[in-house]
C-alpha cells in the first residue's frame, strides 16, 4: 500500500497564512501558493496578515496609516472590522507599535496568581496562598 499525503489541518494553513513566506519551507511555500491562487480574497486576506504582523515586529508606526486605509477599504469585512476597531483607540495602538516594551511579565505574574488560586479552591488561608505563591516556580 503506497503513502499518501494528508491535507494540512485548517489552524496550520491559518499560521502558514500570516507568517511570512521565508519562514516557511519550500512545501509549505508551494502548498500556499497554489491555495493563494485559487482566490482574491485569500491572497489579500494573507498580505494584509503579513504585513499587519511585519509593522508590529519592526515596531513601523509610519506603515500603520497606509495599512489601516488598506484594511479599511478591504472586500474583508474581518480587516474593515479590526481596522475601524483599531482606529477607535489610534493614539494607543501607535503608542503600542512604537514602543518596545510590553506587559508579558505582569501578565505572566497575575496568570501564576490565578492559576495557584483556582488549585486550591478557595480553601486556604491567605498565609497559605502567600507561601505557594512564593515557592512557585
Avoid: C
Avoid at 508551494?30 to 504585513?51: F, H, K
Avoid at 512604537?98 to 501578565?107: C, D, L, M, V, Y
Amino acid at each position: 500500500m503506497g503513502s499518501r499525503a494528508t491535507a494540512p489541518s485548517r489552524r496550520q494553513v491559518r499560521w502558514w497564512l500570516v507568517l511570512p513566506e521565508a519562514q516557511l519551507p519550500a512545501e509549505q511555500r508551494r502548498y500556499l501558493s497554489a491555495l493563494t491562487a485559487t482566490t482574491d480574497a485569500i491572497r489579500e486576506a494573507q498580505a494584509l496578515a503579513v504585513e499587519f504582523g511585519r509593522i508590529v515586529r519592526e515596531h513601523d508606526t509610519g506603515a500603520l496609516e497606509p495599512w489601516l486605509v488598506r484594511a479599511g477599504g478591504s472586500e474583508l469585512a474581518e480587516f474593515r472590522d479590526f481596522a475601524v476597531g483599531l482606529r477607535r483607540d489610534q493614539a494607543a495602538v501607535e503608542a503600542a507599535v512604537a514602543k518596545r516594551w510590553s506587559n508579558g511579565q505582569t501578565e505572566g505574574q497575575v496568570n501564576k496568581i490565578k492559576m495557584l488560586k483556582r488549585q486550591m479552591y478557595g480553601r486556604a488561608s491567605i498565609a497559605l496562598l502567600r507561601q505557594r505563591l512564593l515557592h512557585a516556580a
